[in-house]
């Protein structure tokens, strides 16, 4: 469950719920996790629809992304008293 | 879990989740974990939605005779609260790969334990005063320190539920100090209630450190962050000087300032009822597991109807 916690935000999770169909899920959700206004939009999503990356793979699969220092502004030098 | 995994790989597996947890790191559902470790989560977790949900009958006994509007909206407010802690809290305990129906059950045939403060009865209005000062305001106390445990979604779900709990102890201290600076009649309904939820509260925080065995597993892997006495005497030192901002008295004649330590010395706590309430002889244990049995038995029509409706309307639109 994902709930959209105010304008211009992004959806958060914030836990899940038991339901029979989406419908209900929705009412549930709005009814244990925005019962004071915390929201104005929800998402649901079954759980088995979510993939996501493992802990064991962790490592490799962002490896790549760990070793370009040169995707940083700092990377990159400018001239002393210039503003940028 | 795995029966071919070798000794040193489970020893290995083993001092690294621990090097984790000395790091201060959480630890999400898909990490390894000692099966131990998930185990006595799923015991701790469980126990903890189990005791929400309980204690919503408690209070649920005085909706319909509540003094005013505005003590009827909060109180109703405040048991729906209690649901969806409860709900919050099974959530996170399915991430452990335990099945809810399975839960439920063992809550419903006596097997699984929840909090034993929730087996006491509810005599007068100003059960409801005490409870929402004394028992929600010793769960705050409890839960901000488990808003740092190291399992991801119950230090998660305690962030969300200690939150909405302080609108609880606030909702009871007001009622408290509404009947304390009433007539004397009210004055000694409140002393009353404060007299008979004085002791259970502080039970709440279980035995003595030195009488707790599971405490140093429970520390070493971060779950507990304080102890019980440490945890007990922060609720004690607290509530005292609430109770005495409303000219209640505390019932324990033994009790003494101590100028050293800056902290309120109790008198001796009667463990003997702590464990017969604990072991099921405490006055409403039946009642609520009746209760509940009850509840669940007569919403299985609710259940029924919502799986046949969804089974119905996917058929149709399948066929469509």
């Known amino acids: 469950m994902f709930l959209q916690p105010g304008n211009a935000a992004p959806h958060e999770h914030v836990g899940s719920v038991h339901a029979v169909d989406a419908e209900h899920a929705l009412q549930n959700a709005r009814d244990v996790y925005a019962r004071r206004g915390e929201g104005n939009n929800i998402w649901v999503v079954p759980t088995k629809a979510i993939t996501s990356s493992t802990p064991e793979d ?27 | 879990m795995s029966a071919t995994t070798s000794t040193a790989d489970d020893m290995a597996r083993n001092a690294e989740f621990e090097a984790r947890i000395a790091r201060g790191e959480t630890i999400e559902p898909k990490d390894w974990m000692p099966e131990r470790y998930r ?18 009958l408690p209070e649920g006994n005085w909706i319909t005779r509540a003094p005013t509007l505005r003590r009827k909206m909060g109180l109703l407010a405040k048991v729906q609260d209690e649901a969806g802690h409860g709900l919050y809290i099974y959530c996170g ?13 063992q809550l419903l045939n006596g097997t699984a334990k929840y ?25 705050i106390v409890n839960q901000t320190m488990l808003a740092k445990a190291s399992y991801g979604p119950y230090a998660r779900a305690m962030v969300r539920i200690c939150k909405e709990e302080n609108f609880h102890k606030k909702q009871g201290f007001e009622i408290m100090t ?30 003595h450190d030195k009488d707790s065995p ?17 945890l007990r005497q922060r609720f004690i030192n607290l509530t005292v000087a609430q109770a005495k901002a409303i000219n209640l008295t505390i019932p324990d004649p033994q009790m003494r300032f101590n100028e050293e330590t800056q902290n309120w010395d109790i008198g001796p706590i009667d463990w003997d009822e702590f464990w017969r309430v604990v072991k099921g ?35 149709a639109s399948a066929a469509a």
């Not at chain 2, 919403?299 to 996917?314: H, N, P």
């Open chain 2, 93 to 105: 305990t399915e991430t452990l790969g335990v099945d809810r129906h399975e839960l439920v059950m």
């Open chain 2, 39 to 56: 185990k006595q989560l799923v015991r701790m977790m469980s126990q903890h939605a189990h005791s929400e949900v309980v204690g919503m």
């Open chain 1, 58 to 84: 962790m490592g490799p699969f962002f490896d790549p992304g760990n070793d370009k220092p040169y995707r940083h502004p700092q990377f990159y030098k400018v001239p002393r008293g210039v503003k940028m």
């Open chain 2, 178 to 207: 509404t009947l304390a600076g009433g007539t004397p009649e009210q004055h000694r309904m409140a002393q009353d209630a404060l007299n008979r939820w004085w002791w259970p509260s502080l039970m709440m925080f279980g035995p």
């Open chain 2, 115 to 139: 909090s034993s403060i929730f087996n006491y009865p509810t005599l007068t209005w100003a059960d409801i005063g005490a409870i929402g000062w004394l028992v929600d305001g010793a769960a």
């Open chain 2, 214 to 230: 599971n405490s140093e597993e429970m520390t070493r892997w971060g779950v507990k962050r304080k102890s019980n006495d440490e």
């Open chain 2, 281 to 315: 002889d405490g006055p409403c244990n039946r009642e609520r597991l009746a209760a509940r049995n009850t509840a669940h038995a007569e919403g299985a029509w609710v259940r029924e109807a919502a799986t046949a409706y969804a089974a119905k309307t996917s058929a």
